[in-house]
């Protein structure tokens, strides 16, 4: 049901709700629809500017009984757009605070908070923790999502410095998690993208840094294998102070580039070191014997670092992105990575290596829900231009998704992205029963919620399939036989309107009922929100829903 289906709720919801309403007819209209991707042209039927958390709990009532699609926006920098719909955008961007505890080391951080905002407010107190690498990104999509920055090979990720949240469920309450309070759902949030409700406040622990060494150097094309194989040898003893990442690209027409290098293709080296100062100094200096035809390195303060690039992604140009993790930077791996390099469809694209390990890998592998934290690198293929003529240059087509698999740098990297699942106890909270492989962090924070208890995440490759246990299996006549000895006494039946009857594979439910008839469908939602079913052992929801009240009633 779309909003204009619903006048009634909606002359109710705007009655009621304390924040500001944006319609398409308003004035403002357009540039509160806007977000940083200029290639995102959603039109939302009603954007619900919230001031406060009763605004977010309004907003979310509405939503669930007026039926309509529903996202949230907090910094407005999904690459995806996934901070917009075409139904109802619950907008934070107006919450933007951020306290700090300075005595505790917590920030507490309001959902529309950008990484702006709360570097400013930490730095203050000499203090900071896991952000992202551009600081108009949102605190809040960043987080959830895992969170890569340059503190996180000391630190971890922005999720792992998560240390607690307020949550409004899809029921419109308001919960507490922390690792003591509701831990499963902190599990979630660390790294699981949204669909758990939506965070209307982030707490995260805090630690001492103040000014760092940092900056970039710059190197030819004619040097770029050996700069990237002393790279990978660099990185690989690197102390975890240190934060690299490696970026080919277009030297940009900047005073400090030279004349003879604007234009071309070039390789880059990022960085952050955040211990002593004399020790980054001497680490570099392996680098350095590179001889850079550009070298920024310096100290600074940690805010400055985190807008040092700010200017190569300014709000409005078309982006399109793609990424994924590998094991190792292996010369096969350098040599498809220069290939492509040497060849980018923009001035403004380049490709993006990041260096993992350190904290992020001594996180175990099942405290969050974030995966591939034993992967060397993580790599972006990042393409940005202006002309909206230039779209089918830049954005692959569905030719080109379904030979993703196969791609050179796939097949060089050797790491695929998965969405870490495990079994939840008491809690209840909507997830996998095994890992489901995911096209190469393309949408990481995407997710499907089913109200029977499982999530989907969207995209994944056809054989890789979520079933219910025990409830339905794939199930063909001349298999029935086999079926019969491992499982005595029960006594399969074809689903409604099967090809049982021509040999072909069918869906068959041992209790008689098909999947179609137990199945109930829940919209897909984006970034930090879901109506996700959370009614297994008293979960976000604190109620069982209608579908397993049906189930429980007849079974």
Same mark, same amino acid.
């Given at each position: 049901m779309s909003i204009r289906e619903s006048e009634h709720g909606d002359q109710a919801f705007r009655a009621r709700f304390a924040g500001e309403l944006v319609t398409p007819s308003d004035e403002g209209y357009d540039t509160a629809r806007a977000v940083w991707n200029g290639t995102v042209?959603?039109?939302?039927?009603?954007?619900?500017?919230?001031?406060?958390?009763?605004?977010?709990?309004?907003?979310?009532?509405?939503?669930?009984?007026?039926?309509?699609?529903?996202?949230?926006?907090?910094?407005?920098?999904?690459?995806?757009?996934?901070?917009?719909?075409?139904?109802?955008?619950?907008?934070?961007?107006?919450?933007?605070?951020?306290?700090?505890?300075?005595?505790?080391?917590?920030?507490?951080?309001?959902?529309?908070?950008?990484?702006?905002?709360?570097?400013?407010?930490?730095?203050?107190?000499?203090?900071?923790?896991?952000?992202?690498?551009?600081?108009?990104?949102?605190?809040?999509?960043?987080?959830?999502?895992?969170?890569?920055?340059?503190?996180?090979?000391?630190?971890?990720?922005?999720?792992?410095?998560?240390?607690?949240?307020?949550?409004?469920?899809?029921?419109?309450?308001?919960v507490r998690t922390s690792e003591s309070e509701r831990p499963d759902l902190l599990w979630g949030l660390r790294g699981g993208g949204g669909n758990f409700g939506v965070v209307a406040s982030f707490e995260f622990a805090l630690h001492p840094v103040s000014t760092v060494l940092g900056g970039m150097m710059m190197f030819g094309w004619d040097r770029a294998t050996d700069v990237l194989r002393a790279f990978r040898e660099w990185t690989a003893q690197l102390p975890d102070d240190g934060s690299m990442l490696a970026a080919i690209m277009t030297a940009p027409p900047e005073p400090f580039v030279p004349a003879d290098l604007v234009g071309k293709p070039v390789v880059a080296v990022v960085g952050c070191w955040s211990g002593d100062l004399e020790a980054?100094?001497?680490?570099?200096?392996?680098?350095?014997?590179?001889?850079?035809?550009?070298?920024?390195?310096?100290?600074?303060?940690?805010?400055?670092?985190?807008?040092?690039?700010?200017?190569?992604?300014?709000?409005?140009?078309?982006?399109?992105?793609?990424?994924?993790?590998?094991?190792?930077?292996?010369?096969?791996?350098?040599?498809?990575?220069?290939?492509?390099?040497?060849?980018?469809?923009?001035?403004?694209?380049?490709?993006?290596?990041?260096?993992?390990?350190?904290?992020?890998?001594?996180?175990?592998?099942?405290?969050?829900?974030?995966?591939? +934290?034993?992967?060397?690198?993580?790599?972006?293929?990042?393409?940005?231009? @202006?002309?909206? @003529?230039?779209?089918?240059?830049?954005?692959?087509?569905?030719?080109? +998704?379904?030979?993703?698999?196969?791609?050179?740098?796939?097949?060089?990297?050797?790491?695929?992205?998965?969405?870490?699942?495990?079994?939840?106890?008491?809690?209840?909270?909507? @997830?996998?029963?095994?890992?489901?492989?995911?096209?190469?962090?393309?949408?990481?924070?995407?997710?499907?919620?089913i109200c029977s208890g499982t999530t989907r995440t969207s995209r994944r490759p056809r054989r890789e399939r979520t079933r219910r246990p025990g409830r339905t299996r794939p199930v063909s006549h001349r298999h029935l036989g086999r079926w019969r000895e491992h499982d005595p006494g029960v006594e399969p039946r074809p689903a409604a309107g099967s090809r049982w009857a021509r040999g072909h594979r069918s869906r068959v439910d041992i209790d008689g009922r098909s999947r179609r008839e137990r199945r109930t469908r829940v919209r897909r939602v984006s970034l930090n929100v879901a109506l996700a079913c959370g009614c297994h052992g008293g979960g976000p929801l604190g109620r069982t829903c209608r579908a397993h009240a049906a189930r429980d009633d007849d079974s």
């Open positions: 042209t959603t039109r939302p039927s009603l954007i619900a500017r919230c001031r406060t958390v009763a605004d977010i709990v309004d907003a979310v009532n509405f939503a669930r009984t007026s039926g309509t699609d529903v996202s949230v926006r907090g910094g407005g920098h999904s690459v995806a757009g996934l901070s917009l719909c075409e139904g109802l955008v619950i907008d934070l961007s107006r919450m933007r605070d951020v306290r700090v505890d300075a005595a505790r080391l917590v920030a507490t951080a309001q959902p529309g908070a950008t990484w702006l905002d709360y570097d400013a407010a930490t730095a203050v107190h000499g203090l900071a923790s896991t952000g992202g690498l551009i600081s108009s990104t949102g605190v809040a999509g960043l987080t959830l999502g895992g969170g890569i920055g340059w503190l996180q090979r000391k630190y971890g990720l922005a999720c792992d410095n998560l240390i607690g949240a307020d949550v409004v469920t899809a029921s419109g309450e308001i980054g100094e001497a680490e570099l200096a392996a680098l350095r014997e590179l001889k850079p035809a550009v070298d920024l390195f310096g100290p600074m303060p940690y805010p400055a670092l985190q807008g040092m690039l700010d200017a190569g992604a300014p709000s409005g140009l078309r982006n399109y992105f793609r990424g994924g993790f590998a094991d190792a930077l292996s010369d096969p791996m350098i040599e498809v990575l220069l290939e492509h390099g040497s060849r980018l469809p923009s001035p403004m694209s380049a490709i993006h290596l990041h260096q993992m390990g350190g904290a992020v890998a001594r996180v175990a592998s099942e405290a969050t829900a974030f995966g591939n +934290r034993d992967a060397a690198f993580t790599y972006n293929l990042v393409s940005t231009w @202006t002309d909206p @003529t230039e779209d089918a240059l830049h954005v692959d087509t569905p030719t080109d +998704r379904s030979r993703r698999r196969s791609s050179p740098i796939r097949q060089a990297a050797h790491t695929s992205t998965s969405f870490r699942a495990r079994a939840l106890p008491a809690s209840g909270l909507p @997830t996998l029963r095994r890992p489901t492989i995911v096209w190469h962090s393309s949408r990481p924070n995407t997710t499907r919620a």
